[in-house]
């Protein structure tokens, strides 16, 4: 049997599934396969001068293979597909960190979620927590550029009265502040009511992923007088496990919030441990993926598709439900469970699609790259740790070598190519070549000693940099 590599193994899983999704939808006369993915290559086309949108989708929890197109066997996510064959279908792309609100930290500053207090927190659980309304933020930086900007969804980043996507560069918020919370009732993380129009509480007490679908189809429909971003973040698939019609099931979790005379029971109530399965897992994710299909389907009717680039990945690795094979580990840990996850890139005045990348990246990359392609500049006094991947997208630049980091309180991990340094909850250093054992199973440090303490100490002089957990 021939080896399988980093690159077949993504061939297979991402245009195999994509055409059997394509034909078990299609009609006899239309059951042709999809093209196949072929390597990514830069469009060359003439300099396209307008600046894009951005459509940033953020789905919670989404394990790497959760989509069809990344190989799940038995979850259909159509609109996802589609959009991965209209541009690229990232294979390598990781999370900034293993839990929530790090990760959105890493995106909305650009930055290692260790940076800012706030960042340390793994993840956001208190009201003293949250993200410095005076650091400037990708919303920040293009609104000075001239975009208008949104956030619709899970904001994780902080509660008011001190902390909101409105103190931090977005002109509109519309969503919760908050980690977790019951789709029905609202009820988030603290016990106590959590969606907000702008700071003000906004009662509406449908299924939550009904509500922010409506909430973006209406801002992408707008008749926009500028260039705008939009993040767009679903609380889909995380815990509870409750999707459409489940209203009893969340009348009996809210009960519990309710009921809850301390902050573990109001944890232990939303985090549904005597609940969910792998089917009732699949009928949320296919939730998101419809949702996600009516939200490109309004930004299609409004003509502002073709000049629009549409994100979307997850903030970070599944747990308990998700379809993680062939990797190790999930959220809350940097195996590649917990930090490789679901990408896709689509903007069609500039990027062709049926196509597959193998680069590694990690989340504060799309920072940098939004803001090039908007002609938005970094504020000098907080330098971005994510490298810019515009040469790569539209000019065909080779990425320049590089190495990815990762910190948490438990783990840390390193990317150099194909190599991985991984240390474990015990301490113990691990090497892994990522190319021919993506499940992290053969442990290398012994044989390479000498590369070992190459990436150690890589990994070291970046945290040097950051700040401390407290005590």
């Not at 949250?130 to 969804?153: C, E, R, V, W």
């Not at 509406?204 to 992408?220: G, S």
């Not at 939200?295 to 003509?303: P, T, W």
């Not at 196509?355 to 990246?361: A, C, I």
């Amino acid at each position: 049997m021939p080896e399988i590599t980093r690159r077949t193994f993504g061939g297979l899983v991402g245009g195999g599934a994509v055409s059997a999704v394509a034909g078990a939808t299609a009609t006899p006369a239309e059951a042709a396969p999809a093209p196949a993915e072929r390597p990514f290559a830069a469009r060359t086309a003439p300099s396209h001068t307008r600046r894009p949108n951005f459509l940033v989708i953020l789905g919670d929890d989404l394990g790497w293979a959760d989509l069809s197109s990344y190989g799940a066997p038995h979850i259909r996510t159509p609109n996802l597909d589609r959009l991965a064959r209209q541009g690229v279908r990232f294979t390598d792309a990781y999370s900034g960190s293993a839990t929530c609100s790090p990760t959105r930290f890493s995106l909305y500053t650009g930055r290692y979620p260790g940076r800012t207090p706030g960042g340390l927190a793994e993840p956001i659980a208190a009201r003293t927590q949250g993200l410095d309304p005076h650091h400037p933020t990708l919303a920040s930086l293009l609104k000075k550029s001239g975009y208008a900007t949104a956030l619709i969804g899970k904001w994780h980043c902080g509660w008011l009265p001190d902390f909101s996507p409105t103190k931090s560069g977005w002109d509109e918020f519309f969503g919760n502040f908050g980690g977790v919370l019951e789709y029905f009732s609202k009820l988030g993380q603290l016990g106590d009511y959590d969606l907000y129009e702008g700071d003000a509480e906004y009662k509406d007490l449908r299924y939550y992923t009904t509500v922010l679908t409506e909430r973006a189809v209406e801002y992408v429909g707008r008749a926009h007088g500028s260039p705008w971003l939009l993040n767009l973040n679903f609380t889909t698939p995380h815990w509870p496990w409750l999707a459409e019609g489940d209203e009893e099931t969340g009348a009996g979790i809210a009960a519990k919030i309710r009921a809850a005379t301390s902050q573990a029971e109001i944890s232990n109530a939303l985090n549904h441990y005597d609940g969910g399965s792998v089917a009732k897992y699949t009928e949320m994710v296919q939730s998101l993926d419809a949702a996600v299909g009516e939200v490109l389907d309004a930004l299609r009717r409004s003509g502002q598709e073709d000049d629009t680039v549409v994100l979307f990945a997850s903030d970070n690795g599944g747990e308990r439900w998700s379809y993680l094979w062939p990797l190790s580990g999930e959220k809350f840990v940097l195996q590649e469970g917990g930090i490789r996850v679901p990408t896709i890139v689509r903007w069609p005045a500039r990027i062709d699609g049926h196509q597959v990348s193998h680069e590694p990246l990690f989340t504060p990359d799309w920072t940098a790259t939004l803001l090039e392609l908007a002609g938005a500049r970094p504020d000098p006094s907080y330098p971005l740790d994510g490298t810019s991947l515009a040469g790569y997208l539209l000019r065909g630049e080779r990425l320049p070598e590089r190495d990815l980091f990762w910190r948490v309180q438990a783990n840390r991990a390193l990317r150099r190519g194909g190599w991985k340094y991984y240390q474990d909850a015990a301490g113990d250093d691990h090497l892994y070549h990522l190319t021919t054992d993506l499940r992290e199973q053969a442990d290398l440090a012994p044989d390479q000693p000498q590369l070992l303490a190459e990436l150690k100490t890589s990994w070291e002089r970046i945290a040097t940099g950051l700040l401390p957990y407290p005590d």
